[in-house]
């Protein structure tokens, strides 16, 4: 098993701190996205869609993102548990982690990508060129705003997003926050206090400087 | 358990149609689109961010997202598998869905909100109101064309997408195309064969109609 990531991209990170969480040490293979490395024959044949991460299988497999490649190594590895356990908590896990990847990443990925001067004519990852539309990114900042409140909300309720414990659901919620102070300039408001308690706790997990 | 849905919600129907390939058979509760219903106190109690399909368990578990909710079904009553049985196959198959969903099923999604007149001031289903963006309409109806041509390059390579046997990524991807066509007028071009080959197949089972 490899893992094809960057270093500097928020996708690559989530898998990163999911292998740290589990203990393991998958090794891995650089794709250097300045020099359009993921748009090279060899990366192309990997991964026609031309984005990290993928994970790449012994057989030749090749799997593509990120609560995809989750899966497969919690059914692979699957201690400790971070996807769930009984029926019940694995919906809820992926109930939870659902949202925060479409209401919070992949928002912050729409304000950037909509907006970056070096992202003209690429707006959205993949093999496809399309055009940049600045009022999508500015109606993603709003949404991401709407995002830290609600998870403000559900924070004050539970210790972590999909309940008790620890799971996928905090990582891609963590990364989200991240991304969004670094690249769109929308840290945590101060009056989002249970989101900042929740943060505080999970940024200070040793898996969280994967 | 039960299942809260709308007759004309092509997200029920994704349900729908998982739970009668599993020849199950879960009550319905229809929440009225039209009328608003899902902004009511009482459906908003069930799912606070006021979306249709939401699965209720027995002990008032709510659980949202049809990805979620068909993950749910298949861990309580595994078979017929249709999320994939080893966990290379799972992967496969969580990774095809995920493509047929993000590119496709979600893509026809913005180009109706951002353009219907009669969601003007909610581009985004959900509890937040959010401006419509003309332009994302539009470039949404070039990305479901894309979605078109690389699921065609797709199978003409394997009898259904995520490979030899038939799973929820046929679900989203059939739904899809017959949203596609209703709601935005883009039917499949006749040169996609091996896209209308597979919609040909995959059409005629009795689930669909469900």
Do not use: C
Request: glycine content about 6%; cysteine-free; charged content about 25%.
């Amino acid at each position: 098993m490899k893992l094809h990531h960057a270093a500097s991209s928020p996708n690559s990170r989530r898998v990163r701190i999911f292998v740290a969480e589990k203990g393991l040490s998958i090794p891995l293979v650089a794709v250097d996205l300045g020099k359009g490395e993921q748009h090279s024959d060899a990366y192309r044949a990997i991964n026609p869609r031309r984005v990290v991460p993928t994970l790449a299988l012994e057989d030749g497999t090749a799997i593509g993102e990120v609560p995809v490649i989750w899966r497969y190594i919690e059914e692979t590895h699957p201690a400790p548990p971070l996807l769930g356990e009984t029926a019940k908590e694995k919906a809820l896990v992926a109930m939870w982690e659902w949202r925060a990847e479409v209401e919070g990443f992949a928002t912050v990925m729409d304000a950037v990508r909509n907006a970056a001067p070096g992202l003209k004519g690429r707006a959205i990852a993949g093999p496809h060129d399309y055009e940049q539309i600045p009022k999508l990114a500015e109606r993603s900042k709003l949404r991401v705003k709407n995002f830290f409140a609600d998870f403000d909300d559900r924070l004050r309720e539970t210790p972590f997003v999909a309940g008790q414990r620890f799971s996928a659901a905090d990582i891609t919620t963590l990364v989200t926050l991240d991304f969004a102070a670094k690249a769109i300039n929308l840290p945590v408001p101060d009056e989002h206090r249970s989101l900042k308690r929740w943060y505080d706790t999970v940024s200070s997990r040793s898996s969280m400087a994967a």
